[in-house]
């Protein structure tokens, strides 16, 4: 099949992202981030990120045009993140794509978020012949905690589980407030704990109770689901007890015994919901999927489960448009309708 020309536009979070693929071969990954405004707010402003979009979209536009080497005449459909996002800033993405759409009169894709992390997996040579037919797919960021099932792309995606609070990354960046390590902390932890005990601290692993768990034929209710804000209070009591007791605080013990909880936890459930889905191939996406020890640890237990274990690059990894594009084009080859340009940004779109 002739492989369609497809641009992505990402507006989710902080990164304005614009992406042209063809088919499954990378034209560019144009990415513009507003993270250094957040930093010393210690998250993400949505008001800035939405402001940010605003000013970054037309610039980043023409740089990946530029980098691609191609027009926007050239381009065969346009594709955009409807959601799951920061309701401003998916407004931006959205209105910029629906604009184009009408100015070029080229067919408009409305695209999930998180269906994206997946697609991108077919960039960068990986699955380049298309993903493998029953794919696990890994979700792990500041703004998401996911493990999904992918028979396929364009039509069969199923939530298996998912943070019921905070997100594994958001985790990350509260307990490194605590620790006093800036934002965002997802680095600075995983540095530090390096020169710290993973064991010095047993903290606790949400919905690990059989309760929640339940088994295989009776499954609990929260079998393949994560809760980490448990996590991040267990963090805050221990250093509050050794401030009471005028101790110096263990910061890189508690930083590797921390890091140990959350890595634990998610390599386990998610391994867990592959073997019971069949799933020999897990994809591993997200900002923490940056994360040394997450990466060490998933690479051992799947291997040990026998399951094939794939880390796309890191810029694919985090929010960019390429994986918008990506899907889009998934969503073409398979005769998918356009969107139109009726349909709005939704911050809780479901898979
Ligand atoms: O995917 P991403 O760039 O943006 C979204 O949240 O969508 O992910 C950012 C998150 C932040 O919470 C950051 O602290 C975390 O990923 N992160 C890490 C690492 N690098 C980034 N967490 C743990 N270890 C890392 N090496
Ligand atoms: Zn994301």
Not at 99 to 106: D, N
Not at 168 to 194: N, S
Request: aromatic share 4%; glycine share 12%.
């Amino acid at each position: 099949a002739m492989q369609p020309l497809v641009l992505g536009i990402e507006s989710s979070c902080d990164e304005t992202g614009v992406g042209i693929v063809r088919g499954t071969q990378l034209l560019t990954n144009t990415v513009s981030s507003s993270m250094d405004e957040h930093v010393r707010f210690g998250g993400v402003i949505p008001e800035i990120a939405s402001r940010a979009h605003l000013e970054a979209f037309v610039p980043t536009l023409q740089a990946a045009l530029d980098d691609a080497g191609v027009t926007l005449d050239e381009i065969d459909a346009l594709a955009v993140t409807a959601g799951p996002g920061l309701s401003g800033a998916l407004m931006v993405g959205v209105s910029a794509a629906k604009a184009l759409a009408v100015a070029t009169g080229k067919p408009l894709y409305a695209i999930n978020h998180l269906v994206a992390h997946v697609g991108v997996g077919m960039l960068g040579g990986t699955f380049a012949d298309g993903l493998p037919p029953n794919l696990g797919a890994l979700l792990v960021s500041g703004g998401h905690t996911e493990i999904l099932r992918v028979g396929n792309i364009a039509s069969d995606v199923e939530l298996l589980g998912s943070t019921i609070d905070d997100a594994a990354g958001e985790a990350y960046d509260k307990t490194a407030r605590i620790l006093g390590l800036g934002y965002p902390g997802g680095p600075a932890i995983d540095r530090l704990a390096r020169e710290g005990d993973p064991k010095a601290i047993r903290f606790p692993r949400g919905l690990s109770q059989p309760k929640y768990m339940g088994t295989a034929e009776e499954p609990g209710p929260h079998r393949y689901d994560w809760s980490f804000s448990g996590l991040k209070t267990a963090v805050a009591r221990s250093v509050e007890q050794y401030e009471a007791a005028g101790l110096e605080i263990p910061v890189a013990d508690i930083a590797a015994s921390f890091q140990e909880a959350v890595v634990d936890i998610i390599t386990m459930k998610a391994v867990l919901a592959c073997q019971e889905h069949g799933i020999s191939n897990l994809l591993l996406g997200g900002g923490v999927a940056a994360n040394r020890r997450l990466r060490e640890v998933a690479a051992e237990r799947c291997a040990a489960a026998g399951i094939t274990l794939t880390v796309p690059a890191p810029s694919l990894c985090t929010d960019n448009g390429a994986m918008v594009a990506a899907l889009g084009a998934q969503i073409v080859l398979n005769g998918g309708l356009p969107s139109g340009i009726a349909f709005g940004p939704n911050p809780s779109l479901p898979v």
